[in-house]
């Protein structure tokens, strides 16, 4: 009788099921902007695709913007909890929670958030990823442009802000509107058109597009011409979610949370910014004030007392704020991203 010969391979092949050498999974990402705007069509978007491209569509990622899916201020734990897969998360939106990323909020100490996404990723990663968000997988970080102050008058020195109301980009935002004698009215960025047109807020710090993005050059049509601050969102994924991903998956998954692609998002952002910028500077409903080398000086002499508040809270949770801001500096200058 004649024998057939069979390779083991192919045996296998016919029995064992395709999802278990090729896995394909669907990750909810939710986030809570417009999803016409630069934040989401410039980076988070962009993001997706690749991860969506590299892992030759095993990965499908799903995205709900505009909190569809929960209040901005909860997207650190609906990405905790497995709510999402994916959250792109502002820390500043809940005060003293993160305290060492909370450096990344001071103002005036970065000027380049392309280079400067790159630094705070290798620094953050380094210092704070694990101590303070080791629930989660952090993936990217991703800053706008260096922010400025906006507002229905003229605000060239910090003397200016005695008394008015200000809606902060973050807490410790919040913080220097209070050091300076002003007022932070604290609501998410999709709800600052309503507080301003209400009066409940005279002034915001914003980037540069969100005078587009949220529909506000009627709003504040006064802006300070100088680098302000900075916010830097991140990307986080749920740990189970991660965990589960087949070998191929997480090394596509690895891959996208990079400093190279913290660069990459925050890019986008930072030219729609700056072409924002350049079209308000066109418009001539909108006022530009440059202040001068003393008030710029006068600005970051008012900031440095967040320094000693950041450096008390962080010693406070048991870190060496010292050795850590140091280390927060100089992977700034080595990026050429410092003030």
């Known amino acids: 009788m004649k024998k057939t010969h069979v390779a083991l391979g192919a045996i296998l092949t016919a029995i064992v099921p395709a999802t278990l050498t090729a896995q394909d999974v669907t990750l909810r990402l939710s986030h809570w902007v417009p999803p016409t705007i630069s934040p989401a069509t410039k980076g988070i978007q962009p993001w997706a695709e690749s991860v969506m491209e590299a892992s ?13 899916l929960g209040k901005a201020p909860d997207h650190y734990d609906m990405a905790r909890d497995g709510i999402v897969d994916l959250a792109w998360v502002n820390p500043g939106y809940t005060a003293g929670r993160f305290p060492i990323y909370a450096l990344t909020e001071a103002p005036f100490m970065v000027d380049d958030s392309v280079e400067g996404a790159k630094a705070i990723h290798e620094w953050y990663a380094e210092y704070g990823a694990e101590q303070e968000m080791g629930d989660v997988k952090v993936c990217f970080v991703h800053p706008h442009a260096p922010g400025a102050f906006h507002s229905q008058k003229d605000v060239t020195s910090p003397e200016d802000v005695q008394g008015m109301n200000v809606r902060p980009a973050h807490a410790t935002m919040a913080r220097f509107v209070s050091l300076l004698g002003g007022g932070p009215v604290q609501v998410p960025a999709p709800e600052v058109r309503e507080a301003l047109s209400k009066g409940t807020a005279e002034a915001v710090t914003f980037p540069w597009g969100s005078m587009y993005d949220f529909n506000l050059t009627d709003e504040v049509p006064v802006h300070l011409d100088m680098p302000f601050y900075l916010s830097s969102q991140v990307m986080v994924m749920n740990k189970a979610s991660y965990d589960s991903l087949s070998d191929e998956n997480k090394a596509v998954i690895d891959e996208h949370c990079s400093p190279e692609w913290s660069g990459r998002v925050a890019a986008g952002w930072a030219e729609d910014d700056m072409a924002a ?9 909108q006022t530009f004030n440059t202040p001068t080398e003393e008030e710029v000086q006068s600005w970051i002499d008012a900031a440095a007392p967040l320094i000693d508040e950041w450096k008390e809270a962080v010693t406070d949770n048991g870190h060496d704020a010292d050795a850590i801001l140091a280390a ?3 992977a700034l200058e080595a990026r050429d991203a410092d003030y």
């Open 56 to 68: 030759d569509g095993r990965i499908d990622i799903q995205i709900f913007p505009a909190q569809q």
């Open 277 to 285: 910028k350049e079209k308000l500077m066109a418009d001539e409903g």
């Open 328 to 330: 927060y500096k100089e």
